[in-house]
Structure formats: structure tokens, C-alpha cells
T-cell receptor, first 113, second 113 residues
Framework: EPEVTQTPSHQVTQMGQEVILRCVPI?????FYWYRQILGQKVEFLVS????????KSEIFDDQFSVERPDGSNFTLKIRSTKLEDSAMYFC???????????FGSGTRLTVV | GENVEQHPSTLSVQEGDSAVIKCTYS??????FPWYKQELGKGPQLIID?????GEKKDQRIAVTLNKTAKHFSLHITETQPEDSAVYFC????????????FGKGTHLIIQP
């Protein structure tokens, strides 16, 4: 069964450093998403991406965040200057055009120290 | 924006019994209601979903009911098994396109042997 692949599975970074989280969506999917889950809390929507541009973003997705699809297979989330409160599990997801259900990746646990 | 409330936060049932998890939502524009199962260290996995043009959907031991007038939907798991133990999240969105999902806070389902 096709999977959404995320790397790394765990990243530790110093506060103030830039971090890039990487995702390889399912190959024929056209919509891409980032969500985050702070430990013990609910999953929160960050941003959706379609046709090489951001479609929708939440209040969490401020100027410190950016997304990019640098080539035909990768989808990245960049946090420019990490804060302690950015520590969370970050999930990438993708879906086909014309369907409703997403496929989530296994996540990257980001720890900011 | 959309607000999704989920109850209970923890549910413990005997193996073989049924489990019911309930969610309410606030935005009448929401038309798509998925349920996700999250096991420890993994990403959310879609287990069943319903759109607002139907009131009930069933897939083997899992069923979802939707009451659009009252803005609530429920997950029913019958004949529970140990492997059903996980955190379950409900979510809502306008559906289709690039819309993000708004998640509930999750229910930790514990199946007692």
C-alpha cells in the first residue's frame, strides 16, 4: 500500500536554529498538508498546498513557517527560527484530487532545546 | 472557525463489548467527517468517514452516524478486540479541495481482556 514518507523520524535542534522537515507524498496525490500535534494534545492543521502554492493556512502558520515543493516528489516544511513551543510531532499528509480522505505519514518528532 | 468537541477523553470497555465515541461540531458548512485511529508512535490512520449526504455508514465492526441538524456524529465499534486499543480522533471540514481538517481532542480507547 502506498505510504507518505517523512524524514527524519526525530530531530533535535537548538532554539533559534532553522529546521527543515521533509516529506515524500504518495506519487499521484495532488494535495499536500502539514499538521502538528503537541504532546498529549489534538492534531492541528498548519497549511495545505495545491498546484505549487499555499491554498489555506491556519493562525499557527506565521511568518516563521514556509513550505516548498522543490521537485516532483518532496514537500518540505521549514521553520526559520525555532522556539521551544515549536516542539511537537509534525505530520505530513496527501490526498488525491476529487476524494476526501487523506493519508498521513508517521510524523517527525521535533524537539527544540 | 470550526470547533470540534469529542467525548469521552478515555473509554475503557471489556473485550467483546461495544464502544461509542461522540463528537459535536459548530460550523454548519462542514460536510466531511472522518475518524482516525492513532497508535503509539504512528500517524493518524483513516478508519471510516462520512459525508453529510448520508446519515450512517458501516464497515464491518465500525460504523459512523451523523446528525446534521444537531451537528453531532458518533463512532461505534462492536465486538471490540485488543487491537482496537488506540487513540481515536474525530474531525470535520467543509470537504474536498484543500480544506484543512479540524480535529477533536481524541479518545483513548482501552480494551480490557
Amino acid at each position: 500500500e502506498p505510504e507518505v514518507t517523512q524524514t527524519p523520524s526525530h530531530q533535535v535542534t537548538q532554539m533559534g536554529q532553522e529546521v527543515i522537515l521533509r516529506c515524500v507524498p504518495i506519487s499521484n496525490h495532488l494535495y499536500f498538508y502539514w499538521y502538528r500535534q503537541i504532546l498529549g494534545q489534538k492534531v492541528e492543521f498548519l497549511v495545505s498546498f495545491y498546484n505549487n502554492e499555499i491554498s489555506e493556512k491556519s493562525e499557527i502558520f506565521d511568518d516563521q513557517f514556509s513550505v516548498e515543493r522543490p521537485d516532483g516528489s518532496n514537500f518540505t516544511l521549514k521553520i526559520r527560527s525555532t522556539k521551544l513551543e515549536d516542539s511537537a510531532m509534525y505530520f505530513c499528509a496527501s490526498k488525491l484530487d476529487g476524494v476526501y480522505g487523506y493519508t498521513f505519514g508517521s510524523g517527525t518528532r521535533l524537539t527544540v532545546v | 472557525g470550526e470547533n470540534v468537541e469529542q467525548h469521552p477523553s478515555t473509554l475503557s470497555v471489556q473485550e467483546g463489548d461495544s464502544a461509542v465515541i461522540k463528537c459535536t461540531y459548530s460550523d454548519s458548512a462542514s460536510n466531511y467527517f472522518p475518524w482516525y485511529k492513532q497508535e503509539l508512535g504512528k500517524g493518524p490512520q483513516l478508519i471510516i468517514d462520512i459525508r453529510s449526504n448520508v446519515g450512517e455508514k458501516k464497515d464491518q465492526r465500525i460504523a459512523v452516524t451523523l446528525n446534521k441538524t444537531a451537528k453531532h456524529f458518533s463512532l461505534h465499534i462492536t465486538e471490540t478486540q485488543p487491537e482496537d486499543s488506540a487513540v481515536y480522533f474525530c474531525a470535520a471540514s467543509p470537504g474536498g479541495g484543500a480544506d484543512g481538517l479540524t480535529f477533536g481532542k481524541g479518545t483513548h480507547l482501552i480494551i480490557q481482556p
